[in-house]
């Protein structure tokens, strides 16, 4: 007799005993998925970081340009085409675009250097003058030679600002921009030297000496197209320290001998003036005074032609009409009139005053 047959067992059941397959796996295929959820994460996170690295790169292409300024940007170092106006502007962040702001407001300063004595800030601001030697000490004493052959010292500050439409030219068509401003401000000092003495230059024709180095230093600056604009030019003027105490007495004596002069010149004005109003003056008075004369005269004279011919038919009428009139106009503001007539027989009159003052009132005594 065989024994029965065992009930099948299901595949899905694993045997007793026996871990599931999942648990059976090899270690290499858990270390894989881990590996690659981690490489996920990662992807996730560079990407993120790409997105963000690629938002801060276009920002971080926005830049201002101020009130007082200009910019220019530079791609891959070339200009590009026109100037940025203050505002807000884009470009492309370093090393693709290069930002170049330019101050066109601002006010810049260059001194010469070339025509003067060596001084410090300090001193210059204490009014001292350094120690005068009887020499020139080349490559520390300025100087420059006038036209008749004489030393002096000069000095030109200029005051500039920059073009806004024109300064590219100063930023890129020139190395050092001061220096080349310097140089044309010595230049100009030079030229202007040889066309003047040194009297006239220090004080004889300062003004026409400062405007020449002006003139020369704008043309100069103008034919080098810089895209500077000339605010002041300021030029000093001195004679050599050893003998400036003389240069500074020849001066204050022709300042003096020109006050005297302009001095003699005003009163000689006034007094000149003075008398041509006087002249003038009297010939009107003259001349008035002749014309009421012969108005009155003439008056007079129409008067006596008017009255001849009643005087002619009856002069003793005439004589007595004359006397009446003259009476009443002589007697019209007197209080009393007295009249004394003549006498039948034609004798004269005596005609006897008592004229003595009045009695003086006695005064009473006060007690």
Not at 32 to 52: D, N, T
Not at 139 to 164: F, S, W
Not at 205 to 228: H, K, P
């Amino acid at each position: 007799m065989s024994e029965p047959n065992p009930p099948p067992v299901p595949e899905s059941t694993p045997p007793l005993g026996v871990p599931p397959p999942e648990a059976m796996a090899p270690p290499e295929d858990a270390g894989a998925q881990a590996l690659a959820e981690a490489l996920r994460s990662s992807f996730r996170i560079i990407k993120f970081l790409m997105v963000v690295l690629v938002a801060a790169f276009f920002v971080s292409g926005i830049f201002t340009v101020d009130p007082n300024q200009v910019a220019i940007v530079l791609r891959f170092g070339n200009q590009t085409d026109g100037l940025l106006k203050p505002g807000l502007h884009w470009a492309f962040p370093y090393p693709v675009d290069e930002v170049v702001r330019i101050p066109v407001g601002q006010s810049h300063t260059v001194v010469s250097s070339a025509g003067w004595f060596p001084i410090t800030p300090e001193m210059e601001a204490a009014g001292q003058l350094p120690m005068a030697m009887p020499f020139l000490r080349p490559g520390v004493d300025g100087y420059t030679l006038t036209g008749d052959g004489n030393i002096i010292h000069v000095r030109a500050t200029l005051k500039y600002h920059l073009q806004a439409e024109r300064a590219e030219n100063y930023v890129f068509h020139y190395a050092d921009p001061t220096n080349l401003l310097q140089n044309i401000l010595n230049s100009a000092i030079n030229h202007a030297s040889a066309r003047f003495t040194a009297d006239s230059a220090i004080f004889a024709d300062r003004q026409g000496f400062n405007e020449l180095v002006a003139v020369r230093a704008r043309q100069l600056i103008d034919e080098y197209n810089m895209g500077v604009a000339v605010d002041a030019l300021e030029v000093q003027t001195s004679p050599p320290l050893e003998v400036r105490a003389e240069f500074d007495e020849l001066v204050n004596a022709y300042q003096t001998a020109d006050t005297k002069v302009r001095e003699a010149n005003t009163y000689a004005s006034s007094t000149t003036n003075a008398a041509l109003g006087q002249a003038q003056f009297l010939i009107s008075d003259g001349l008035t005074r002749s014309n009421q004369i012969v108005k009155t005269v003439a008056a007079e004279a129409k008067s006596f032609s008017s009255q001849l011919p009643f005087y002619q038919q009856n002069p003793t009428l005439f004589k007595q009409r004359l006397l009446v009139e003259t009476m009443n106009r002589v007697l019209t503001n007197a209080q009393e009139k007295f009249f004394l007539p003549a006498r039948a027989d034609g004798a004269p009159r005596q005609l006897r005053l008592q004229l003595s003052r009045e009695p003086q009132k006695p005064t009473l005594e006060k007690p």
